[in-house]
C-alpha cells in the first residue's frame, strides 16, 4: 500500500468520466499500445490517451464506450502521438489492463467522488 495522502490531496486529482469516439492501433509505440480520442464534453472536450490494452481490446470494439481518466496530469509525449489524459484500468490476473468504466451510461464530464 502506498503512503497515506490527505483528503484535499485525493481532490486534487480530477477524474472524469468520457466516452471513446475514435480509436487507432499504435503501431510506433514500443509496447503494444491503442491511440484513443475521449470525448469528456463541456469545457474539457476530446482528449488524446495512449493505451497499453491490446490483451483485452481491439479499437473497433472499443468506440462508444465509457471510461474513467485522470485529466489533469500534464501531457506526455509517447514517441509521435501527444497523450493528454490518463485512461485508468487495473491488472487482471496475468497484469493485462482492464479498463474502469461506470457500470451503468451516465452523463460525460462527470467528476468521479
Known amino acids: 500500500m502506498s503512503d ?3 483528503f484535499d490531496d485525493f481532490l486534487k486529482v480530477d477524474i472524469r468520466v468520457g466516452t471513446i469516439v475514435d480509436a487507432q492501433p499504435f503501431p510506433e509505440a514500443r509496447k503494444p499500445a491503442i491511440k484513443l480520442w475521449v470525448d469528456f464534453g463541456g469545457e474539457i472536450g476530446v482528449r488524446k490517451s495512449s493505451a497499453q490494452i491490446t490483451a483485452h481490446y481491439t479499437p473497433d470494439k472499443l468506440i462508444g464506450r465509457q471510461v474513467l481518466a485522470v485529466v489533469n ?6 514517441g509521435p502521438f501527444l497523450s493528454e489524459v490518463l485512461v485508468l484500468g487495473v491488472p487482471d490476473e496475468n497484469g493485462a489492463v482492464v479498463l474502469l468504466r461506470p457500470d451503468f451510461p451516465v452523463p460525460i464530464g462527470g467528476r468521479m467522488h
Do not use: C, D, L
Open 4 to 6: 497515506p495522502i490527505g
Open 73 to 78: 496530469f500534464p501531457p506526455r509525449q509517447i
